[in-house]
């Protein structure tokens, strides 16, 4: 049986930080970040934009440009590692904005960046062994991506969803049911203790745990592989990685190459052209999204295939690899194959208009949405309005009543809490 994903899309936030501008302000030649991390605008999500609503307005593009039933939907997972609540996942939410059907299988998993790819890999396994029984399923990857200001990670921030419907119809792109390598480590590469908002992470070990996951990954899905010299990098037409900056995916690929070569090719060996040559091929050309939107986490290898997905001829691409990252750490390496004439639906997945529309904020604009995102969570607010942030979504977060998170359209929050007045949190138990 075939399977892969149908349809997918992006959404992202309504406004981003120019990062030339980020830099003067922190006083940064801005090389750094544009060649140095290769990275040129990040996405900014103001207080009215969090995990649900990215999630929501990706998943409804995904369904209604593809023209998918609504009620086909049998599972829905949200795979993030910003969630709105220690307990209640961010997918009820979605099922509900969505109005998919009660028997629908729905949760949500985390495990860093790497948390959409387990789920993909789930909803790949229950298509396969029979039990969707003809159902598709919504596959979410939703995060918003911050650190401090003024930390290095500072200019790798972002924010976006990327929802895809995986089936046994797969329009855009077909797994290899035969390669998949695993790789996991208990590191302490990056984290983000529960009271706290914003990641930890160690940075530079951070890449190294990320290079040695790989390393991992494809050793082990390279042994699984009955004939592996059909996922040598020479039958790969494109490779895309996780993207968390985009000189990263650059880092990955030179990894990559080394461990098919089989040797060590630094930047004074005279193999590191043929390096620069196939990163030029087959993974330099979709990293242009990534290097507009920022690192969205569990979106962020995705987004790169929607870049793959809005530009490539498929007949000219057929079998690609796909590198996931979540640190802590676990990854994978898996092979998939374009579909030939996923090309007709390059129009439909196109997010480059969406972004062009999107509003510049001004250095003190962006510190300000830092500083009232921080002090959220914590109780109840006054009811948000859209045109304060200016935004033209129709769904949103309105703010906390009663400690009920509140959605435009949703009618949250369980029938007492509406009539009989305030819950404290001890009417729980
Ligand atoms: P840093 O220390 O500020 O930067 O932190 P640097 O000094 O390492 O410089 C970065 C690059 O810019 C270097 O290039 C410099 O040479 C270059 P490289 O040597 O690496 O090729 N550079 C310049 N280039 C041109 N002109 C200049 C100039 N100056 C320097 N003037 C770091 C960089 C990435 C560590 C930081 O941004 C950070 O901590 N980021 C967050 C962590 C991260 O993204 N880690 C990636 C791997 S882990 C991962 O992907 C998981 C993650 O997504 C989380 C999850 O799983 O949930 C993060």
């Known amino acids: 049986m075939k399977v892969g994903i149908e349809a997918i899309a992006f959404h992202s936030p309504e406004h981003y930080v120019e990062l030339t501008d980020l830099a003067e302000a922190r006083g940064i030649d801005p090389d750094k ?91 790949n396994d229950w298509i396969a062994c029979g039990r969707a029984d003809g159902s598709k399923a919504l596959i979410v990857a939703a995060d918003i991506a911050r650190y ?15 929802a895809m419907v995986i089936s046994d119809t797969p329009n855009l792109l077909q797994f290899d049911s035969e390669i998949s390598g695993y790789y996991t480590k208990q590191v302490m590469d990056f984290w983000r203790p529960l009271y706290s908002t914003k990641a930890f992470v160690d940075g530079h070990y951070s890449i190294e745990c990320y290079l040695n996951a790989l390393e991992g990954a494809l050793a082990d899905a390279l042994h699984k592989a009955t004939i592996p010299e059909l996922y040598r990098m020479n039958q790969l037409q494109a490779c895309i990685y996780h993207v968390p900056f985009a000189k990263m995916a650059a880092k990955a690929h030179h990894r990559h190459f080394e461990v098919d070569a089989g040797e060590k090719i630094d930047k004074e060996s005279q193999r590191f052209a043929d390096v620069r040559t196939s990163f030029a091929e087959k993974t330099g050309p979709w990293l242009s999204l990534n290097a507009i939107v920022g690192n969205i986490y569990t979106g962020s290898l995705f987004l790169s295939l929607i870049d793959l997905l809005r530009r490539s001829p498929s007949a000219a691409l057929r079998q690609i690899s796909m590198f996931s990252y979540g640190s802590g750490c676990a990854a994978s390496m898996n092979v998939a194959y374009l579909t030939p004439g996923c090309d007709r639906f390059r129009q439909q997945i196109d997010p480059e208009p969406e972004l062009n529309a999107r509003r510049k904020l001004s250095i003190d604009q962006y510190e300000n949405i830092m500083r009232i995102s921080d002090s959220l969570g914590r109780g109840d607010t006054q009811e948000f309005l859209a045109s304060e942030w200016d935004l033209t979504s129709e769904f949103l977060y309105l703010g906390n009543k009663n400690h009920i998170r509140r959605y435009s359209g949703l009618e949250c929050g369980p029938p007492a809490a509406r009539e009989y007045g305030p819950l404290s949190a001890s009417t729980h138990h």
């Open 33 to 123: 970040f544009t060649k140095g991390l290769g990275q040129l605008k990040m996405a900014v999500a103001t207080p009215m934009e969090d995990t649900v609503t990215l999630a929501v307005n990706a998943a409804r593009k995904a369904l209604e440009n593809f023209d998918i039933d609504y009620d086909d939907i049998g599972t829905l997972v949200v795979g993030t590692e910003s969630g709105v609540d220690h307990s209640k996942p961010v997918a009820v939410y979605v099922h509900e904005a969505l109005g998919l059907r009660p028997n629908c299988h729905t949760y949500e998993t985390k495990h860093a960046c790497f948390g959409a790819m387990a789920a993909v890999f789930s909803a």
């Open 148 to 162: 401090p200001i003024g930390d290095p990670g500072e200019p790798t921030q972002g924010a976006g969803a990327v």
